[in-house]
């Protein structure tokens, strides 16, 4: 089945950028919504970005203003640009397809951690 490699993530200060990828195994070209979740310790999974067919995009307030989701469904990739970072955005980062999630299917995610 489609699946997902998510990279990029590492150890950053506060108020530092990473940017995020998720490489896809297929096309995702035809998949309506493509989502960014993280989970902290002890935490639920949280959606934090999505991005449709058509480019339209939502955010998580959380990270409304510092967040940027972005997808090439020629390289079948979706990235996660990630500005302003605190230490609350620490968690692990997974990148899905709509329906994928739905089903609870994931990645094994990479790792952010904002401290100083």
């Known amino acids: 089945q489609l699946q997902f490699v998510e990279s990029g993530g590492g150890l950053v200060q506060p108020g530092g950028s990473l940017r995020l990828s998720c490489q896809a195994s297929e096309t995702i070209s035809t998949i309506y919504a493509m989502r960014w979740y993280r989970q902290a310790p002890g935490k639920q999974r949280e959606l934090v970005a999505a991005?449709?067919?058509?480019?339209?995009?939502n955010y998580a307030d959380s990270v409304k203003g510092r967040f940027t989701i972005s997808r090439d469904n020629a390289k079948n990739t979706v990235s996660l640009q990630m500005n302003s970072l605190k230490p609350e955005d620490t968690a692990i980062y997974y990148c899905n397809a709509d329906y994928l999630a739905t089903l609870n299917k994931w990645g094994q995610g990479t790792q952010v951690t904002v401290s100083s």
């Open positions: 991005i449709t067919i058509g480019g339209n995009t």
